[in-house]
């Protein structure tokens, strides 16, 4: 049997990040992933990073082509009743954010990992935790039809939401806390210029939409969408007509259309499963925790998770000691839970609700008001958006 000291299930941002800077501390450990490094690579989704985040990218060697090439962001602008009302983060909270794809922080990853020689298992099947409240887990696999067997001192739950190690988890152990909304997002990317050097989040009658960017020559564009729709539903042409309805007729003007290369359709949900350790399986990001997309969380909270493990693992080998091990479930969820209340704030009063009253309506238009009316208000958001320190 194969021995690491730290198994880590799945190869998203989770799983790649502490795999790097555990082998960085010069601690062993192996991924498992059920897909590909192609498909791993090619799923589209997060593209704004907190500066905590920029931080322990480059802390960890992981700064150079994020340097060369993200795009810091210093405000963002809200586009409601046919007006934009520009947010400066940085005069709010000192911080600004990054755009740098959640695509290319994967491969960065993917490239160190490969430079440093740690292994990943990719397309590895029936991966399953094992005795992990015991002082012996094992992880087993199978791979071309073998079945292969890894003991482990810990195993890292990075699996995301659909993964099998919080299903493993006994049912009466795990506290679930579940909001699922009554819409999704519809994504495009496309080759062509964003219509605003920043970011801009509409609320309309039509519904939500944003206006986000890979680069200066691509751009990212969500529109609140029905749950029951499908792609086909959505030719690029209707995309373009919806998103030009939902924004300010500035932003709308500056819009520039072609053809979509990516298309997907994201539901959206906030979840909270409780604790985060089970004895040596620890669960780290979407494989403990679902944001929505509006308040670009899920990545950055991934993040943290991992920072506040790879302390508590370090720890561990280096000074023999269990605290930071102990400490890990409940100085993530301190953290993941204000973030939780942020996104869901800003999904609140973003989004239109297909059940709201009219006194719903009016509050809406109400926290929308006074948000950009009060530097108070402004500072709250901006404190959260950029992050909240680790
Ligand atoms: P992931 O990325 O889901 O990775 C989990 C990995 O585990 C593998 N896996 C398994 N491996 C082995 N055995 C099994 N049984 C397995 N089951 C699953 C999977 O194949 C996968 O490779 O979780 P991780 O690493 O925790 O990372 C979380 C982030 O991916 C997620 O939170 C963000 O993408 C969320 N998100 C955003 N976050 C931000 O911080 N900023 C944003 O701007 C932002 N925008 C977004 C987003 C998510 C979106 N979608 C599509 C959900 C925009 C969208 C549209
Ligand atoms: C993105 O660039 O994909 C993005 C940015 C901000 C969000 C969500 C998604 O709130």
């Known amino acids: 049997m194969k021995r690491v000291q730290v198994a880590i299930i799945g190869a998203g941002p989770s799983g790649l990040l502490l795999g790097h800077i555990l082998h960085r501390a010069g601690i062993e450990t192996i991924i498992l992933e059920n897909r590909s490094a192609d498909y791993v690579l090619a799923r589209v989704r997060a593209g704004l990073l907190e500066q905590g985040t920029t931080d322990l990218l480059r802390e960890t060697g992981l700064g150079a082509r994020l340097d060369r090439e993200g795009l810091v962001h210093h405000g963002l602008s809200l586009a409601f009743d046919g007006e934009l009302h520009r947010i400066d983060l940085t005069a709010s909270s000192g911080k600004s954010v990054t755009i740098y794809g959640q695509t290319e922080v994967t491969h960065d990853l993917m490239d160190a990992r490969a430079a440093l020689g740690a292994p990943t298992i990719y397309e590895a099947q029936n991966v399953t935790p094992h005795d992990f409240d015991g002082t012996s887990p094992r992880v087993t696999y199978e791979k071309d039809g073998v079945t292969h067997e890894i003991a482990c001192d810990f ?60 680069s200066m020559t691509r751009s990212r564009y969500y529109v609140q969408c029905p749950i029951g729709d499908r792609i086909e539903d959505w030719s690029d042409q209707r995309f373009w007509d919806e998103l030009r309805r939902r924004v300010d007729p500035q932003t709308a003007e500056k819009i520039t259309t072609g053809p979509s290369f990516e298309k997907s359709i994201a539901p959206l949900r906030s979840f909270v499963a409780e604790p985060l350790r089970f004895g040596r399986l620890f669960l780290v990001g979407d494989a403990a925790h679902i944001v929505p997309p509006t308040g670009a969380k899920g990545l950055n909270l991934a993040v943290s998770d991992v920072r506040y493990l790879s302390e508590g693992i370090i720890e561990h080998y280096a000074d023999k000691s269990a605290a930071g091990l102990d400490r890990y479930s409940a100085r993530a969820l301190n953290r993941i839970w204000k973030a939780v209340r942020f996104s869901w704030w800003m999904t609140t009063m973003l989004h239109r609700f297909p059940d709201a009253t009219p006194f719903d309506q009016k509050i809406q238009e109400a926290d929308l008001a006074y948000l950009v009316a009060s530097q108070a208000a402004m500072t709250s958001l901006s404190e959260n958006y950029v992050g909240l320190p680790h």
Do not use: K
């Open 155 to 214: 195993i890292a739950g990075c699996d995301g939401f659909h993964g099998v190690s919080r299903q493993s988890v006994p049912q009466a152990a795990l506290t679930t806390y579940e909001r699922v909304y009554p819409f999704g997002w519809l994504g495009i990317l496309a080759e062509v210029p964003p219509a605003d050097h920043e970011l801009v989040y509409a609320n309309s009658p039509r519904g939500f939409a944003l206006c986000t960017m890979r």
